[in-house]
């Protein structure tokens, strides 16, 4: 079965600063890898996924991942944060190939404060 | 529609009462996800459908818990005897196929007084 750590719950971090979300996942198979992000109370959405393909992906409001596979991570990470970012952020994982375990995990989520 | 739709928005129920929370995925999807997130819980997996089957049941917490789909579609999840631990939002999600990304409705808010 697969699972996913995130390692920090929240990270408070001042506008215009970098910030690293951690991610770390455990499967015996290879996987999918996702990030999805929840703003105050509003629903889940997609922020970036890797599927295959370079290992870096990034979404279209400047945040990036590293897939690396040797170390078993997905880390996210954005140059420069703005308060609109304020959110919480989750990590998931999935089977690459399913049969009866097509599921998609979730870690426990990291709550991102950004801070004028 | 355009995207993933759950109904209500909000429940307040008694406690013993049985509810009932629909899904209606994203036309075409096959793969459909029902999830729980209680306060600093995260997202509790429950149950994941493909088509009308549902591979894997083993996140429900108990036997009060229940789903079903028909059609390759709307959704179902009963919970019967509510218990005031119950209380959480309800997500649902469906995905185009197995093992990819899912998309998430706004959620049930489930209130057991």
């Known amino acids: 079965a697969q699972s996913v750590t995130q390692l920090d719950s929240q990270v408070p971090v001042f506008e215009e600063a970098p910030v690293e979300l951690r991610c770390n996942y455990s499967?015996?198979?290879?996987?999918?890898l996702f990030w999805y992000v929840q703003y105050p109370n509003q629903g889940l959405q997609l922020l970036l996924k890797?599927?295959?393909?370079?290992?870096l992906v990034e979404s279209i409001n400047g945040f990036e991942a590293e897939f690396n596979k040797s170390q078993t991570s997905f880390h996210l990470r954005k140059p420069s944060v703005h308060i609109s970012d304020t959110a919480e952020y989750f990590c998931?994982?999935?089977?690459?190939?399913?049969?009866?375990?097509?599921?998609?995990?979730f870690g426990k989520g990291t709550k991102l404060s950004v801070k004028p | 529609g355009a995207g993933v739709s759950q109904s209500p928005s909000n429940k307040v129920t008694e406690k013993g009462k049985d509810v009932e929370l629909r899904c209606d995925p994203i036309?075409?999807?096959?793969?459909l996800y029902w999830y729980r997130q209680s306060l600093g819980q995260g997202l509790e997996f429950l149950i994941y459908?493909?088509?009308?089957?549902?591979?894997?049941k083993s996140g429900l917490p108990s036997d009060r818990f229940s789903a079903e789909r028909t059609g390759g579609s709307v959704s179902t999840l009963t919970i019967q005897r509510t218990q005031q631990e119950d209380s959480a939002v309800y997500l649902c999600?469906?995905?185009?196929?197995?093992?990819?990304?899912?998309?998430f409705g706004q959620g049930t808010r489930l209130t057991v007084v």
């Open positions: 036309s075409g999807h096959t793969a």
């Open positions: 459908f493909q088509g009308n089957s549902a591979p894997d």
């Open positions: 998931a994982v999935t089977r690459r190939y399913g049969g009866s375990q097509g599921n998609l995990i």
């Open positions: 890797y599927l295959s393909g370079s290992t």
């Open positions: 499967s015996s198979v290879s996987v999918y």
């Open positions: 999600a469906s995905g185009p196929k197995e093992n990819t990304e899912a998309f």
